[in-house]
């Protein structure tokens, strides 16, 4: 089994966390043309993407892809109805979401198994032991800018 990308989505719908690694042969093919942006002063130049507004580009597709697909299966299926993965010819996207909202996706090729326990292990293991934590320590800090020192 091979993981192609690993992504954690809060609940405001941000990614805060996504890691990929690509399949060797994307790893070793060059992309041709990069992807031309708009220059920030509003000339008709144009630049290639970087490296890090790729990523942010493919969290946001990953995270519409998902939130789409969800909403078709609980119009169809009904509330009860859970979106848990789906296959292409391409890779195998695994989903869970947990009672906070907070959502992870896991891309891996498509003779993988079910990833939804290991997608609950690392929330139970990981997250709820060390992003929880972290996120505590951001907002304890965080209220302590606020105070004043006299």
Same mark, same amino acid.
């Given at each position: 089994? /091979?993981?192609?990308?690993?992504?954690?989505?809060?609940?405001?719908?941000?990614?805060?966390?996504?890691?990929?690694?690509? +399949?060797? $042969?994307?790893?070793e093919?060059?992309? +041709?043309?990069?992807? +031309?942006?708009?220059? +920030?002063?509003?000339?008709?130049?144009?630049?290639?993407?970087?490296?890090?507004?790729? $990523?942010?580009?493919? $969290?946001?597709?990953?995270f519409?892809? /998902?939130?789409?697909?969800?909403?078709? /299966?609980?119009?169809?299926?009904?509330?009860?109805?859970?979106?848990?993965?789906?296959?292409?010819?391409?890779?195998?996207?695994?989903?869970?979401?947990?009672?906070?909202?907070?959502?992870?996706?896991?891309?891996?090729?498509?003779? $993988?198994?079910?990833?939804?326990?290991?997608?609950?292990?690392?929330?139970?293991?990981?997250? /709820?032991?060390?992003?929880?934590?972290?996120?505590?320590?951001?907002?304890?800090?965080?209220?302590?800018?606020?105070?004043e020192?006299?």
């Amino acid at each position: 089994m /091979v993981i192609y990308s690993f992504y954690i989505f809060d609940r405001h719908t941000e990614c805060i966390y996504s890691k990929s690694w690509l +399949p060797p $042969a994307l790893a070793e093919a060059p992309h +041709p043309h990069p992807t +031309p942006t708009p220059a +920030p002063d509003g000339n008709s130049g144009k630049r290639p993407k970087t490296a890090a507004s790729r $990523a942010s580009d493919d $969290a946001k597709l990953i995270f519409g892809t /998902v939130f789409s697909l969800r909403n078709m /299966v609980r119009k169809l299926g009904g509330e009860d109805d859970a979106f848990i993965s789906y296959r292409t010819g391409q890779y195998k996207l695994h989903y869970y979401e947990t009672a906070s909202s907070l959502r992870m996706v896991m891309l891996t090729d498509t003779a $993988a198994p079910s990833m939804r326990n290991v997608l609950h292990q690392i929330y139970i293991n990981l997250w /709820v032991e060390y992003g929880m934590s972290f996120a505590s320590w951001q907002r304890t800090e965080a209220s302590l800018s606020g105070l004043e020192l006299s």
